[in-house]
């Protein structure tokens, strides 16, 4: 829906969720950037009418933001429910950041450290070792270990469910209003969902946390930790992203500075990437449930190839 509002900008309706119902606001379009008080100032707001296909992207929903002019460059299905796999990890890491002492000693309880679902990834952490949260939290976002994620939702708030529920008031502080989450991990559960704009709000909020930044830049990290008998552990965690390890390249003119992953079988393959242009310009882009981690990173490719 559009209306005029005045010379030279239009009334925009944006579809989102308030107390469970569908709803819409307002938003006045600047060009192709678009505002209202709903959101920061600093974000970019995308209409339904704004929405593209191309059929080069096959993946469900995908999304490219210059961050530094609030431009959207491509958007498609964007405020769809997705299942985020472990990209739901970017949001545990904003609650960590908001709320947690990365000084802290985090210990694994037997919860964290008793993991059966059949492929789940794990740090192989036992029950009783000690860590500090700065190193859990650089497992956590860089080899994605799904019990690194539940001892630091115990340490942060007691309990897993506590902790899900802290994400789920952050994200719709944020303006995230379309998620809802269950879990710190992203191990699939059907109420454990969010779309590639509520995403691209988190992803560009945990961006002004220059220990975020610099945790998903590295292609590893060598942690350790203490067990239970007091003997130390150390042990080298690498990157799940392939750009990071050099199995994938980025077009000429892009740096990937980093991201997370996430895979399961509901979600498909999925990515979310903070990178820069050789001019400097900082671009967010999301590509939810890609047919395979191939096919994932060519259409994020195609995606950031959209940078003129």
Request: with cysteine.
């Amino acid at each position: 829906m559009t209306s005029l509002a005045a010379c030279g900008t239009e009334t925009v309706e944006i579809p989102y969720y308030q107390d469970g119902q569908e709803t819409s606001k307002s938003f006045v379009e600047e060009g192709n950037v678009y505002r209202a008080d709903f959101y920061a100032q600093d974000l970019t707001v995308i209409p339904v009418s704004k929405l593209q296909e191309d059929e080069n992207m096959a993946a469900t929903s995908s999304l490219l933001i210059n961050r530094t002019s609030n431009e959207v460059i491509y958007a498609d299905d964007i405020y769809n429910k997705m299942y985020p796999a472990s990209i739901t990890k970017i949001l545990t890491a904003l609650v960590v950041l908001e709320k947690g002492n990365l000084e802290d000693t985090v210990t694994i309880s037997r919860n964290a450290s008793n993991i059966t679902e059949p492929g789940a990834k794990l740090c192989g952490f036992r029950e009783g070792d000690t860590i500090d949260l700065e190193s859990l939290l650089s497992i956590f976002l860089i080899y994605s270990g799904n019990d690194a994620g539940i001892a630091i939702a115990e340490h942060i708030s007691g309990s897993e469910e506590a902790f899900a529920r802290e994400m789920t008031q952050t994200a719709k502080r944020l303006g995230a209003v379309h998620s809802n989450f269950v879990n710190s991990h992203g191990l699939h559960d059907e109420d454990h969902y969010t779309t590639a704009y509520d995403l691209y709000l988190i992803f560009n909020e945990l961006l002004n946390y220059e220990e975020f930044v610099s945790i998903i830049h590295k292609s590893s990290i060598t942690a350790e930790y203490h067990r239970a008998d007091g003997s130390i552990n150390s042990h080298q965690f690498m990157n799940t992203n392939r750009y990071l390890l050099g199995k994938a390249s980025s077009p000429d003119n892009i740096t990937v500075i980093g991201g997370k992953t996430g895979t399961t079988n509901a979600a498909g393959s999925c990515l979310i990437l903070y990178s820069i242009d050789d001019s400097g310009n900082e671009y967010i882009s999301v590509v939810l449930q890609a047919k395979g981690g191939n096919n994932l990173y060519e259409e994020m490719n195609y995606l950031l190839s959209m940078v003129e």
